[in-house]
């Protein structure tokens, strides 16, 4: 009988001790290179490490039905914060349209609690190349212009999502809002992170803080996870 007690203390030792804590906010947003996914749109996800403005640093591209590469986010995790830093839009060509660059870096603890209201504020720089039209002229110009942003981020805790028949049993999920700027108090969305993956779901959010369905943007088919 005590054999048989010991065997089942230590089957349930064992058993507790598989079980894994949930990722912290840090460990939610970190990029696995190569990882690439379609969403409910049409559109693509590609994880990437790449230079900006004079760092390697992983960064999201954004890769619209047809194959055109829309955009490419930047972050940095370090330091015990997640730093957004900018973003990079292109042209059809694959030409640079325009940098943006975020200073200072905006900082997301990445031990952030379930509960949690983090202010993120920044200036946006923006700057912009102007390529000529046929005919007109030879050359190239840029602009540069700076906006100043203030963001809500609220950490809501995990959920269990299946998307794209993988299972994600503690993907991060957040409240965002723009509290200074042109959309202020208009809108939110919820924005779930999966580790490795990065956002892998998004809700808008009306005025009222009500979820409008119809613009839910979901992954749903993982092409590449090394």
Known sequence: MKAAWRMMMAAGVLAAASVQAAPTVGE??????????????????VNVEEMFEGKKQKGTQLILNG????????????????????????????????KNVYTP?????????????????????????????????????????????????????????ELGGRRFPDACKFELHDVGGKSKGKSGEYVWYAQGFGVIMTDKLDKNGEVQPAYRIALTNILSAP
């Not at 939610?28 to 996800?45: H, I, P, R, W, Y």
């Open 28 to 45: 939610c947003m970190e990029l696995t290179t190569g990882v690439k996914f379609s969403k409910n749109n049409g559109d693509a996800q």
């Open 67 to 98: 194959g055109v590469l829309l955009a490419t986010s930047y972050q940095d995790i370090r330091d015990g914060q997640v730093f957004l830093t900018g973003n990079v839009h292109y042209n059809e060509d694959g030409t640079v349209r325009s």
């Open 105 to 161: 870096q905006s900082a997301i603890p990445a031990n952030m609690r379930p509960g949690q209201e983090v202010r993120v504020q920044f200036s946006d720089t923006q700057t912009s190349t102007h390529y000529p039209l046929a005919g007109q002229s030879d050359k190239i110009t840029t602009s540069t212009r700076t906006d100043e942003r203030n963001f809500s981020i609220t950490f809501l805790g995990w959920e269990r999502l």
